[in-house]
Each structure stands twice: as structure tokens, then as C-alpha cells.
């Protein structure tokens, strides 16, 4: 046998060994690595608004239901020069949005923001790719605190 062909298998040899070991690791364990994982999640939107407030929008997807996904939207102030998180909400119902829509390509229908005093947000995304875009949601960003816009 030639030493190029040996190589060749062994490293098909190598890659079927990573590629079992990465099925395997992904099947886990059972139920119990299941209830051990933390919940995924995706920053599907941010700004910064001068130095006052950095606001993020995430995905969380649902720890009953693989298809559906809850938004978080959260709002940090600057404090000893590091951002720390004042507030969050949720925005629509827990669980209630498509995780696939809200983290792919188009997710985000308006995020709007502005730096002033009591600084408006609106917020419209993705329901599917059929649906549209949501209706959309107004917050007033107070001191750090979400409230209805």
C-alpha cells in the first residue's frame, strides 16, 4: 500500500471518529443534560444612546417548545464606567413568537430609538415569513425603567 493511501484512510479513519464523537455529545445523555442546558438565546437587536442607555433585544428559545422563543428586552445604564442591566421586559407573551423567524435573516421589522430625555423605542419584528412583520410596540425608556409607551 502506498504511504499516501494509508494516509488518506487514516485520516477518514480520524474524521468518522470526530464525526460519531459530535453525534454522540449532541444525543447527550438523556433528559437530565436536557434539563441542565442553559436556554439558547440570540441578541437580535441593539443601540446605544449617547452615554445614557444601551438597549438589546433577545431571543430566548423555549425550553417546552423547540419552535417557540420569548423576547427580552433589556435596558443597562452606565454605572462606574461598565454597563449594568436597570431593567428588562418582555415583550408580547412568553413563548409566543417563532424562534426560526425571530433569529434569521429579516427578524427585525423596526427597532427605533432616541436619545432624549424620556428616550421612545419601538419595537416590531418578524411573526413569519407569511404573517409579516407584528404590530408595533412603543416603550419610553425613564431613568433607566421601561414603562408603555
Do not use: N
Not at 22 to 46: C, E, I, N
Amino acid at each position: 500500500m502506498s504511504p499516501t493511501r494509508s494516509l488518506t484512510r487514516r485520516g477518514t479513519a480520524v474524521a468518522l471518529t470526530v464525526l460519531t464523537a459530535a453525534a454522540l455529545g449532541a444525543a447527550g445523555t438523556g433528559a437530565s443534560s436536557a434539563d441542565t442546558a442553559a436556554p439558547q438565546k440570540r441578541q437580535v437587536a441593539s443601540a446605544v444612546l449617547g452615554s445614557d442607555y444601551r438597549i438589546s433585544l433577545t431571543a430566548l428559545r423555549s425550553a417546552d417548545d423547540a419552535y417557540a422563543a420569548s423576547v427580552r428586552l433589556q435596558v443597562y445604564t452606565k454605572t462606574g464606567g461598565a454597563w449594568k442591566e436597570s431593567d428588562r421586559v418582555t415583550v408580547g407573551d412568553v413563548d409566543g413568537w417563532f424562534w426560526y423567524p425571530l433569529t434569521g435573516r429579516g427578524a427585525v421589522c423596526e427597532f427605533s430609538t432616541a436619545g432624549t430625555d424620556s428616550a421612545p423605542l419601538t419595537v416590531s419584528l418578524l411573526v413569519t415569513p407569511s404573517i409579516g412583520c407584528s404590530e408595533p410596540v412603543h416603550y419610553v425608556v425613564k431613568e433607566g425603567r421601561v414603562h408603555a409607551g
